[in-house]
């Protein structure tokens, strides 16, 4: 299976420093800051991209499974709200999903939602996998 590899880079203090997070492959670089982390600065943060893995997981995931159901998806396009809260901890991830697909059910569509919920391999790594760190000191 795939190997994906991203990366981030911060420079300075908590409050005053800044950060450019860059994602494998795709090309996406962009900047964050205690800012656009915990209050409405410009930038992105760790949230809004667990937020858009989450989403676009969940959304294959279900496109997988109606598909193995015997349905053929039309679109299914799904926003991830990620709540930050004391800690700073994530408390909570709301998934809202619209799905057309032809011939589905409401009832069918809850039933293979909640199993893509659970167990779409990004839910399944926001529920605790095992962290392997490597920790150098650099001069």
């Known amino acids: 299976m795939a190997i994906r590899v991203s990366s981030a880079e911060w420079k300075g ?6 950060g450019i997070m860059k994602l494998g ?15 409405s600065g410009r930038g992105t943060n760790p949230e ?3 937020g858009a893995a ?3 997981c969940f959304s294959m995931f279900l496109a997988a499974l109606l598909t193995g159901a015997g349905f053929k998806p039309n679109r299914i396009a799904t926003t991830a709200t990620v709540h930050l809260g ?5 408390t909570l991830i709301e ?7 032809p ?9 293979h939602a909640e199993a893509a919920k659970k167990n779409c391999p990004v839910s399944k790594a926001l529920t605790g996998p095992e962290i392997r760190l490597q920790a150098r000191l650099v001069k």
Do not use: M, W
């Not at 492959?25 to 209050?39: D, K, L």
């Not at 004391?86 to 994530?90: A, F, K, L, Y």
């Open 86 to 90: 004391e800690g700073p901890t994530i």
């Open 25 to 39: 492959q795709a090309g996406y670089e962009g900047p964050f800051t205690y800012a656009s982390r915990f209050e």
């Open 54 to 56: 989450h989403a676009g």
């Open 48 to 50: 809004e991209l667990i």
């Open 103 to 111: 011939n589905l059910t409401e009832a069918d569509l809850q039933k």
């Open 95 to 101: 998934l809202d999903t619209q799905a057309d697909v």
């Open 13 to 18: 203090t908590l409050k005053e420093g800044a």
